[in-house]
């Protein structure tokens, strides 16, 4: 069984700063797609950026990238000049090629100080 | 497209009783998903209609849960006999369907409390 781990439970930033975020995961699978989501308090999750397995390129939208490292199984996310509208709990995820159901890891919780 | 709904977004009910929430999908995506969220933890997938076909279930979905989604749009989840342990926020999310990954597009959540 696939499973996804968030070895961080919280962090903290200060604006305008940079922070990583940590994820391993565990699959036998070759093709699959990673993702991390985004939970404000008392909001809906939205989709913050996806990695496809088969690319080797690592994903950037704006100020948030992957480090996608697929041998070792780890896929971080970093977040470049942070806004206090980035503080939310960030969810590691996975999805296999064939199935239904997003894996989610445990989460972390992202804090932003100005 | 105005979002997933959820309804309702708070719901308090005592242990035994049975509760119902509904999710109302984006217009045109045909697959709907359940997940369960407990608090500290990520989303844990309950389970996922294709239409009104109800194709995957979790074994987190005891006897007690059961999910519809009649004429393949708005879904139900009902929970009978409700456990302090059903305490948790119920996510819906929908996406299209066809071979590979469609982005899934969550719902605000329903959180239920057992007392």
């Known amino acids: 069984a696939q499973t996804v781990t968030q070895s961080q439970p919280e962090m903290s930033v200060q604006e305008a700063e940079t922070v990583t975020l940590s994820c391993t995961y565990d699959?036998?699978?070759?093709?699959?797609?990673l993702f991390w989501y985004k939970q404000p308090p008392s909001r809906q999750m939205i989709l913050v950026i996806r990695?496809?397995?088969?690319?080797?390129q690592n994903a950037t939208e704006n100020r948030f990238s992957v480090n996608f490292q697929k041998a070792a199984k780890s896929f971080s996310l970093k977040i470049s000049d942070s806004q206090l509208g980035d503080a939310a709990m960030y969810f590691c995820?996975?999805?296999?090629?064939?199935?239904?159901?997003?894996?989610f890891g445990k989460g972390t919780t992202l804090s932003v100080s100005s | 497209d105005t979002g997933v709904s959820q309804d309702p977004r708070h719901k308090i009910t005592k242990r035994g009783q049975n509760v119902t929430f509904r999710c109302d999908p984006i217009?045109?995506?045909?697959?709907l998903y359940w997940y369960r969220q407990t608090l500290g933890q990520g989303p844990e997938f309950l389970t996922y209609?294709?239409?009104?076909?109800?194709?995957?279930k979790s074994r987190l979905l005891s006897d007690r849960f059961s999910a519809e989604r009649p004429k393949g749009s708005f879904s139900t989840l009902e929970i009978q006999r409700t456990e302090q342990g059903d305490s948790a926020m119920y996510l819906c999310?929908?996406?299209?369907?066809?071979?590979?990954?469609?982005?899934?597009?969550f719902g605000p959540g329903t959180r239920l409390t057992v007392t």
């Open positions: 217009s045109e995506h045909n697959r």
């Open positions: 999310a929908s996406s299209r369907g066809g071979t590979g990954y469609y982005e899934q597009y």
């Open positions: 990695q496809e397995a088969y690319k080797q």
């Open positions: 699959t036998s699978e070759s093709d699959y797609y």
């Open positions: 995820a996975y999805h296999n090629q064939a199935g239904t159901a997003l894996i």
């Open positions: 209609f294709q239409n009104e076909a109800q194709l995957e």
